[in-house]
Structure formats: C-alpha cells, structure tokens
C-alpha cells in the first residue's frame, strides 16, 4: 500500500509541475520552413495559390484519400473555403484564403473542429532569388490556451517535419511540370 501511496504523490507532483509550468509558458507557437523551387515565381505562386493542390502535395491531404471535401467560392482566390472530413489523423476542418497579395504571399485561416477546436493562421511566402529560382516559405502560427500551451514546446517539431515534407513534395510536383 505504501507503494501505491508514492506513486500516487509522484503523479501529483508531476501534475502540479507541469502546470505550473504552463502557467508560465508562452501561449503563441510560430513554426515556418522553406524550400527553393527551380521554376520561376509567377509558376510557383500560382501553383501554390490553389488550395486543391494540396491534394497533390499535403502529407495531412493524403494521410486520408477518401475523406469528404466540399469547396466555396474560386479556388486560389480570397474567400475560397476547403472543408473537409476524414478519419482520425485528418479530423474535420475547414481552411480559408484570407488575403493574397500576387506573386509575394497568400494567407490562410485554419479552422479545426474534431478532434479539437482549434484556429492556427497559415501562410506561403514567394520570392525570386534568381531567374527561374523561387523561395517559398510556408509557415503557420497561433495559440494555445492554458494548459494545452504546454504543447507548444513541441510544435515546431511535430509540425515543422509534415511542413517541410509537403514543401519538398510541392517542390517535386511543380519542377517535373513542364
């Protein structure tokens, strides 16, 4: 019984440790990567502005090939909505082009409702470093409420890798286009 005494103080020393510590963590999370795309910026850009495209590169878009997806309004432009509703790795959610400003960057509101609520801010930058090279950076940011900040810690490690990962396969579709 003494055994089960200790445990049970460890576990809620634990507890109280780590919220603690969320008491004083940041609540903001900013993750951003980047890739450069071996086409020219007006290609890059309007290649990225689609947010169907993501069918074509977005690890989190094909982690569930049969989800259910419905669109409003004129893909690449603002207002475009991208809803959709998948198995538990995907969830249900809905994405929405908030501003573009053309060839330079394109913002993205992200709405999560299963299995969390949650908004995160999305956006994809583009710039010419050289005739027929283009930077693009993708980066999201939002917050956390208190005690899920504690997750912050790790968000550029849990999203950073997908992030890059869809930027290296962006990379891929968009040079083996002619």
Known sequence: MKILKKIGIALLAIIVILLVLALIMPKDYKVEREVVINKPLGEVFEYARHLKNEDEYSVWSMADMNKTQSFKG?????????????????????????????????????????????????????????????????????????????MNVMMDGMLGKDIQQNLDNMKAKIEAHN
């Open 74 to 150: 004129e893909d690449g432009q603002v207002g475009f909505v991208n809803s959709w509703s998948g198995n538990d790795k995907v969830g249900v959610g809905e994405q929405e082009i908030k501003a573009i400003t053309p060839n330079k960057r394109m913002d993205v509101e992200v709405r999560f409702k299963k299995p969390f609520e949650s908004v995160m801010q999305s956006y994809t930058l583009t710039d010419s470093i050289a005739p027929g090279k283009t930077k693009v950076v993708w980066g999201c940011s939002g917050t956390s409420s208190y005690p899920m900040n504690l």
